[in-house]
């Protein structure tokens, strides 16, 4: 509740800059399910921005997960809770469901726990077996404060410029390499975050 209020309250202060809105924004004009994928360490500037959008979001079913599922909710979002580690089939079986249904939903390939940088095979899975795009996304800020957590989490100073970068979104064929698709991916997910560089 605390944390949720002070992250509240600094994000009023942030004056974001958003690039590439034109790629999720399409595939939301033509009905098109889709993902959205970030780097872990990015997540906390991506979630409050996106607020009240009718976006699923996949967290960590760890208790360091409830931190964030308990800020998002309260910002609207409709969780998943599950990961690599605990609770992934469950959570992969909702993720198919939501996008089969037509919905979106935002993942961080790397998490709950790392390694930082390196793309699970779930979401390629799910792009796969749904046929929805993956739309990598990256949230860097003029200055932050940066965890000692695995990801490095960061987080946003007062009155921080932040920049958000959204890609091409990228489509998985059923037929292409899942350890292609992930290395492509990867790639994406460092050139938008090179273009979030404040």
């Keep these: ?12 202060t942030w004056r974001v800059q958003a690039r590439g809105r034109e790629h999720p924004d399409g595939l ?16 906390l500037p991506l979630v409050w921005y996106h607020r009240g959008d009718a ?18 909710r309260a910002w609207g979002y409709a969780l ?3 990961s690599s580690t605990r609770g992934g089939a469950g959570a992969f079986r909702r993720m198919l469901e939501i996008l089969r249904g037509g919905g979106e ?12 940088g390196v793309v699970k095979p779930g979401v390629v899975a799910a792009a796969q077996a749904t046929g929805a795009p993956i739309v990598p996304v990256a949230a860097l800020s003029s200055s932050s404060w940066r965890l000692r957590s695995w990801d490095g989490l960061r987080i946003p100073k007062p009155f921080a410029r932040v920049r958000i970068v959204y890609g091409v979104p990228l489509r998985v064929s059923g037929e292409a390499s899942r350890s292609a698709a992930a290395e492509m991916l990867r790639q994406r997910l460092d050139a938008v975050s090179e273009l979030a560089k404040c």
């Design 105 to 116: 939903i935002a993942v961080t390939p790397d998490g709950p726990r790392g390694p930082a």
């Design 80 to 82: 998943v809770r599950g």
């Design 55 to 72: 976006t699923s979001l996949l967290v960590s079913a760890h208790d360091d997960g409830g931190y964030l599922a308990g800020a998002a």
């Design 28 to 43: 939301r004009r033509h009905g098109r399910p889709f993902v959205f994928a970030s780097w872990h360490s990015h997540l």
């Design 1 to 12: 509740m605390i944390a949720r209020v002070l992250v509240s309250l600094l994000g009023l």
